[in-house]
């Protein structure tokens, strides 16, 4: 045998084969028995709990926003309804390259900067694969075509339809109406989000705020079936939304138009209110905005020059506007001089133009004070007093009342609260007293506060909703009223959570009369010479064929220094006096009471008056034909 020769051992080999194939055979035994093991737990025993997560992941919930009810005037004209609109959309899993597909659909569509971005905030929030997210929205008709006939150089962008808010009537009815907005980030932090499910729109102001729950509707929902990759493949079941409720309103948008024409382009409100049921048939606030631009999206430059604007376009001045109410005041301070004794009918004074508290030298003036007239107007009673608008009597009769007299009486007329029921963000006013003056001011209340009072300016504040609520008061002789837009529909007015008013208390039914008596006086008292005629005659009493009440007033904006003149030439336009007439008709069976605003407008027998009149005769000229009957869909 040569040396380093090795010997097979057959016989060893083969045992250590053997042992490794068992082996192998074994370990592939045991994992065998494990993975049937395993798929025996898996189809057996946990079958249930595994069909159930399979079933959650093939189907899924999609919400089904409900269609928003719609608001009605009262002759059954639609000022709120429901439209379609064509979105651009895009699926980011479709899309490989994103800034490059935004920067192609720029070629054939204006997309701004600010849409970008806001698509890119609408993409970060949680959504399902494949779900359409908008990038911009409302395409006009130009835009949907030259978006189709290019489609197939997008893929991944489609336009969508969309169900929005539309309102016909525009910037007439903005500040009556109110409007939706896009609910944002900050209003999903106070909604039940399952309730707001695959809803984008949320009423943010007026009627469309207050009545959102009713509006709204209910959500309903969908169970769709998804492959792998979450897009939808068919739709398995469907819960049917519930429609948003249908409102008509007490308004009458005709009457609106009327009023909205009347005032013109001046800055103003006007508010008429029915005062047998406190319906509000107008309410105008002027500059307006069309709302329809905020529905889908406003720009910021837009945006930046209403919110900018001097004359406050955005601003509902008709019950937000905060004015002094001028000698529209002197029937209630009237009214309160009788209910606490310290004036008659019959009593005279002599109004020589001005008035001094004895020991003082300052001069309050009467309206038609010059430095070379002083005006006044001779012998008055309280009649005379309010229909040539005595500002001494008023002057005079604040002097005889206390301080904590003259704030209870106003407040009976609604001053200095938010009575109404259903009318969004209505300011209270504000009526002083001496605790107000000592918390806001820090001072003791003066004899000049309660002069200031008789005519209506100093301190006192009040809204045009005011006005109307205060002269629908004295046209029902002291029922008291809390002005309502809702007339009918699905929801209802939530009186039950609002203590009753009860009436004016003091004036006698001969006050009553008497008082309406002198308001007439203002308007149809003429022919007599100008010391005799009623301050609104010769604007509006002329060829009038019904009887109406009316008091005019005119509120300074800036103090006019001792012994100077108002001299309009030379203030600012913004600082020239505001403009009041409130009134109501026909006298002797009232069915609307009307206040005019005109904001810097000068006197309010020759600026607000006619407002009025316009109003009043195209509401009642029109009073005996019966009112159509809506029923609501």
């Known amino acids: 045998m040569a040396s380093g020769m090795t010997i097979k051992d057959g016989p060893s080999e083969l045992r250590m084969f053997m042992g490794r194939a068992r082996a192998l055979f074994a370990g ?9 093991a395993r798929m025996l737990y898996l189809q057996v025993l946990q079958h249930e709990h595994h069909q159930t997560r399979s079933e959650e992941n093939r189907m899924q919930m999609v919400p089904v926003p409900p269609v928003r009810g719609l608001i009605f005037d009262r002759h059954g004209s639609l000022l709120a309804e429901n439209r379609p609109i064509f979105n651009l959309a ?39 694969p494949f779900e359409p997210v908008v990038l911009k929205f409302a395409l006009s008709d130009e835009e949907v075509a030259a978006l189709a006939v290019n489609r197939h150089r997008f893929l991944g962008a489609e336009i969508s339809v969309e169900i929005v808010r539309h309102y016909p009537y525009g910037a007439l009815a903005a500040h009556a109406i109110g409007s939706v907005r896009r609910i944002t980030k900050q209003d999903l932090d106070g909604l039940d989000r399952a309730s707001y499910s695959g809803t984008n729109f949320i009423g943010k102001r007026g009627i469309e705020r207050f009545y959102e729950s009713a509006l709204h509707g209910e959500v309903g929902t969908q169970w769709v079936e998804t492959d792998a990759f979450g897009r939808v493949r068919r739709t398995l079941d469907v819960s049917p939304t519930v429609v948003g409720q249908n409102l008509r309103l007490h ?22 209110i029915d005062p047998r049921s406190g319906g509000v048939l107008a309410l105008v606030s002027k500059p307006s905005y069309d709302p329809n631009v905020f529905v889908t999206g406003i720009d910021a430059k837009r945006y930046a020059a209403l919110l900018g604007s001097r004359d406050k376009p955005l601003v509902n001045r008709a019950i937000n506007g905060q004015y002094a109410p001028g000698s529209t005041i002197k029937p209630i301070l009237g009214l309160a001089g009788l209910t606490h004794g310290v004036v008659d009918w019959e009593e005279e004074i002599i109004d020589r133009g001005s008035f001094r508290l004895p020991g003082q030298s300052r001069l309050y003036r009467d309206w038609n004070w010059t430095p070379d007239n002083p005006g006044g107007q001779g012998i008055v009673n309280l009649n005379r007093a309010i229909y040539r608008s005595s500002n001494i009597y008023f002057y005079t009769l604040g002097t005889r009342l206390q301080a904590d007299q003259l704030a209870g009486f106003i407040r009976q007329f609604g001053y200095g609260e938010a009575i109404s029921v259903d009318i969004d963000g209505a300011a209270a006013g504000l009526v002083p007293d001496p605790a107000w003056k000592r918390d806001a001011k820090g001072e003791p209340w003066y004899p000049g506060d309660n002069i200031n009072i008789g005519i209506g300016q100093g301190d006192l504040l009040v809204t045009p909703l005011q006005a109307a609520t205060a002269a629908a008061i004295l046209a029902s002789r002291g029922k008291r009223l809390r002005p309502r837009l809702l007339l009918a529909g699905d929801a209802s007015l939530p009186d039950d959570d609002l203590p009753p008013l009860s009436a004016v208390v003091g004036p006698t039914p001969d006050d009553w009369e008497r008082m309406v008596a002198a308001m007439e006086d203002v308007v149809h008292r003429g022919n007599m010479g100008y010391q005799q005629n009623g301050t609104a005659w010769y604007h509006i009493g002329q060829d009038i064929d019904y009887r109406m009440a009316g008091k005019s007033g005119t509120a300074q904006v800036v103090e006019i220094k001792q012994g100077q003149a108002y001299d309009e030439d030379e203030l600012d336009e913004y600082n020239r ?7 109501f008709a026909p006298t002797d069976a009232p069915a609307i009471a009307v206040s005019v605003l005109v904001e810097n407008g000068g006197g309010g027998s020759s600026v607000a008056a006619p407002v009025v009149r316009k109003v009043l005769d195209a509401y009642l000229s029109k009073a005996a034909v019966s009112e159509p009957q809506l029923a609501i869909r």
């Open 28 to 36: 592939a035994l045991l994992l065998t028995l494990i993975l049937v």
């Open 90 to 128: 895009l699926i980011r899993e479709r899309i490989e390259d994103l800034d490059g597909l935004i920067d192609a659909l720029i070629a054939v569509t204006p997309i701004s900067a600010a849409e970008i971005e806001d698509f890119h905030d609408r993409l970060k929030r949680a959504r399902r």
């Open 251 to 272: 308004l009458d948008i005709g009457l609106q138009a009327v009023a909205d024409a009347a005032l013109g382009d001046r800055r103003g409100a006007v508010v008429a």
């Open 577 to 583: 006096k505001h403009a009041w007439f409130i009134a």
